[in-house]
């Protein structure tokens, strides 16, 4: 079993940044592609950001030019750095890791708790 632990979340301005982390441990923990997702209150969880084993990165079009996704795969750690936030963005953003290589949501087999971030106007 992979267990995977977001970190980061917090209060900001609009226009603010934020910075989450996700560290990976146990199982295989150097999974093949690694996500953010979020879901706001009363609306579906959707895709943010992936990046494969390669460094290959998939976005949502709205975070396209604002969010950055990364990972160091010594570490088994991938951040999300969040800038020029909106209002619209505050959602609880959950880390999750799949053994495959892929930007389906269904194939992601691991997830964290989730992390709050939330922008105010």
């Known amino acids: 079993q992979v267990q995977l632990v977001e970190s980061g979340g917090g209060l900001v301005q609009a226009g603010g940044s934020l910075r989450l982390a996700c560290a990976a441990s146990g199982g295989d923990s150097g999974s093949r592609t690694m996500g953010w997702f979020r879901q706001a209150p009363g609306k579906q969880r959707e895709l943010v950001a992936t990046i494969s084993d390669n460094f290959s990165t998939n976005y949502a079009e709205s975070v396209k030019g604002r969010f950055t996704i990364s990972r160091d795969n010594a570490k088994n750690t991938v951040y999300l750095q969040m800038n020029s936030l909106k209002p619209e963005d505050t959602a609880l953003y959950y880390c999750?890791?799949?053994?495959?290589?892929?930007?389906?949501?269904?194939?992601?087999?691991?997830w964290g708790q989730g992390t709050q971030v939330t922008v105010s106007s």
């Open positions: 999750a890791a799949s053994r495959f290589l892929t930007t389906t949501p269904g194939a992601f087999n691991y």
